[in-house]
Antibody, heavy 121, light 107 residues
Framework: EVQLVESGGGLVKPGGSLRLSCAAS????????MSWVRQAPGKGLEWVGR??????????DYATPVKGRFIISRDDSKNTLYLQMNSLKTEDTAVYSC????????????WGQGTMVTVSS | DIQMTQSPSSLSASVGDRVTITCRAS??????LNWYQQKLGKAPKLLIS???SLQNGVPSRFSGSGSGTDFTLTISSLQPEDFATYYC?????????FGQGTKVEIK
């Protein structure tokens, strides 16, 4: 079964840091382009960033609000995706989900259940 | 950044109604347009990729069309399980962006 399971969410103070993990199973992770998406309470979906497979260069791209603060990385030996979040702001409060981008248009066919991050003093 | 604008933001419809949701991109995205359905408290579900390609297992009452800047998602006969929020997304160029969502409610 194809599965993505996030962990690492919690409560953090503004200016703090947090690292999220996403454990993948059931597919060839090292060939996969992966993304993080967030959803603030009661709001819509917001793309956070993407990492290509190493065979495609392993490069990352980020949404404007998180560029320079968030870092996406991957450990293909552990089938795990990471999101390092630094200089957190209250507006970063959201459920963070990892996704697998597949097909011609890199649609998000598989989603994790998400992990909640709350930034508050 | 490419802006994705959905309309309407919400709509009320009855079971059996034909429903159309539109999504407009701020520049051409060819067919790099995907549609998702999200029910309350659940992860989004991919319905349509590449503007019109229905995903396996998605009922045929869902269809997508368009290219360039203007796209539509149509539900030919609304069913009780279709009441949800629908999002379009462009993956033509980063940063990838979603529309703001269209909430389909029961009339």
């Amino acid at each position: 079964e194809v599965q993505l399971v996030e962990s690492g969410g919690g409560l953090v103070k503004p200016g703090g840091s947090l690292r999220l993990s996403c454990a993948a199973s059931g597919f060839t992770f090292n060939h996969a382009w992966m993304s993080w998406v967030r959803q603030a309470p009661g709001k819509g979906l917001e793309w956070v960033g993407r990492i290509k497979s190493k065979t495609s260069g392993g490069t990352t791209d980020y949404a404007t609000p998180v560029k320079g603060r968030f870092i996406i990385s991957r450990d293909d030996s552990k089938n795990t995706l990471y999101l390092q979040m630094n200089s957190l702001k209250t507006e970063d409060t959201a459920v963070y989900s990892c996704t697998w981008a597949t097909g011609t248009t890199l649609a998000f066919e598989i989603w994790g259940q998400g992990t909640m991050v709350t930034v508050s003093s | 950044d490419i802006q994705m604008t959905q309309s309407p933001s919400s709509l009320s419809a009855s079971v059996g109604d034909r429903v159309t949701i539109t999504c407009r991109a701020s520049q051409s995205i060819t067919i790099y347009l995907n549609w998702y359905q999200q029910k309350l408290g659940k992860a989004p579900k991919l319905l349509i990729s590449a503007a019109s390609s229905l995903q396996n297992g998605v009922p045929s009452r869902f269809s997508g069309s368009g290219s360039g800047t203007d796209f539509t998602l149509t539900i030919s006969s609304l069913q009780p399980e279709d009441f949800a929020t629908y999002y379009c997304q462009q993956t033509y160029s980063t940063p990838w962006t979603f529309g703001q969502g269209t909430k389909v409610e029961i009339k």
